[in-house]
């Protein structure tokens, strides 16, 4: 069985939010006319709290897009974001999300950033996701939403390592960096992520 997985489409990666994706309402109705193709659809949501250690403003001194360690991690400063229970961290409003069996939360330990749906950027805990996908029989997923070279780039390569059959929908997501997706896109195709359009990949 195939799931669609929609990765952090939320009103604070959308034009106008804190940490907003160029073109990052486009995603939207293209994820609304696809997921009636799919059995089983999935949605992450970033929920950070206030002082979350990814907020520049939790470094006096830095700013957003720069680059500092964090608990032996390298760590991209971003402008505060997805504040759990702020309107910002809410879904977008015109996402349908009638058909979503689940919502899996993440980024809530303030001191490691979580950019994909399966584990921390540590590695050190689990959501669930594998596990549940698991347990209803999916061996493949496709993966789409915000932002295609961060949230979606590193769960689809999570989801790969974790033996599912994966593909990026394109149409369906959009980068921070253009530059930055195709680096990533090519070192995802490597590890066997497929990535094409939705029109193109259908599910199994
Ligand atoms: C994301 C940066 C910080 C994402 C989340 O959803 O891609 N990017 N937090
Ligand atoms: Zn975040």
């Not at 505060?80 to 809410?90: E, I, K, L, T």
């Amino acid at each position: 069985m195939t799931a669609l997985i929609i990765v952090d489409v939320q009103r604070d990666f959308l034009p106008g939010g804190a940490l907003p994706v160029p073109e990052g309402d486009a995603v939207i109705p293209v994820l609304n006319r696809i997921q009636t193709r799919y059995p089983l659809v999935a949605l992450t949501q970033d929920w950070h709290p206030p002082d979350h250690l990814s907020f520049a403003s939790q470094h006096p001194g830095r700013r957003p897009l720069e680059r500092i360690e964090l608990d032996g991690l390298e760590q991209v400063l971003w402008p505060d974001h997805c504040v759990w229970n702020s309107p910002g961290a809410a879904l977008a409003d015109a996402l349908d999300t009638g058909r979503a069996a689940a919502i899996f939360r993440k980024g809530m330990d303030r001191r490691v950033d979580s950019y994909s749906g399966f584990f921390d950027n540590g590695r050190r805990r689990k959501t669930g996701l594998a596990e549940w996908l698991r347990g209803l029989g999916v061996t493949e997923v496709h993966v789409a939403g915000l932002a295609a070279d961060y949230c979606v780039a590193y769960t689809a390569r999570d989801a790969a390592e974790l033996g599912f059959r994966v593909a990026i929908l394109e149409d369906a997501t959009r980068p921070i960096s253009a530059a930055g997706f195709a680096q990533i896109a090519a070192e995802l195709r490597q590890r066997g992520v497929r990535i094409g359009s939705s029109d193109s990949v259908r599910p199994g």
